[in-house]
């Protein structure tokens, strides 16, 4: 029976949608939309885009399964269902990437973690990577301040400049009228005497 609903082209049991051609011939989805050219394999006639068997599909979800970890008799309909929740389904450490070869079933593995050098430095390490974070935002900020400020000390020295230099240029004139109210004085101190 098993065998029969197998796709022809990749020889195993379709897990999602079954395609046929008009003369009943199925092919999994995969294998389906890769036919290229667009003819059935077996019989050589043109296939659809899609043309679901409902039937195929619903024959193939009910065979029966059997989980290989836990061994819990189901149909392969309800497989994906089980194997997230199958407390035989071997699961990696959480610290897999961190270099920890471990791999376990589910009721292991917190007891592993607990006591997983890898697992206990990544938890050591998660408060420092995120304090690391925010200083690196921190600074990020902190610089952008620095820029904003030294641009306003740039324009605050200009402004200082101008001023200064009408300053000066204020004094000039004002030593020249001095001089001139000097020159002036003694003028007058000439003609009087
Ligand atoms: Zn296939
Ligand atoms: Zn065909
Ligand atoms: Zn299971
Ligand atoms: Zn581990």
Redesign the pocket.
């Known amino acids: 029976m098993a065998e029969a609903l197998e796709?022809?082209?990749?020889?195993?049991l379709?897990e999602g949608e079954v395609h046929q051609c008009h003369e009943g011939h199925c092919?999994?989805a995969?294998?389906?939309h890769r036919l290229d050219p667009r003819l059935c394999p077996e019989c050589r006639q043109p296939v659809p885009q899609a043309n679901r068997s409902r039937a195929t599909e619903r024959a193939i979800a009910a065979l029966e399964w059997r989980c290989p970890h836990c061994g819990e008799a189901t149909t392969r309909g309800t497989m994906a269902a089980h194997l997230d929740v199958c407390p035989q389904q071997p699961i990696p450490c959480t610290a897999a990437m961190a270099g920890c070869g471990w791999v376990g079933v589910l009721a292991e593995q917190v007891a592993h973690e607990a006591a997983c050098p890898f697992a206990i430095c990544l938890r050591m390490m998660a408060p420092l990577q995120v304090e690391c974070q925010q200083l690196r935002a921190e600074t990020q900020e902190l610089k952008a301040e620095c820029q904003e400020l030294r641009g306003r000390v740039r324009a605050l020295e200009g402004e200082v400049e101008e001023e200064e230099g009408g300053r000066r240029l204020m004094r000039r004139i004002d030593d020249d009228s001095g001089d001139d109210d000097d020159e002036a004085e003694a003028e007058a101190a000439v003609a009087g005497a």
């Open positions: 796709c022809p082209v990749c020889l195993t379709p092919y999994c995969d294998c389906w």
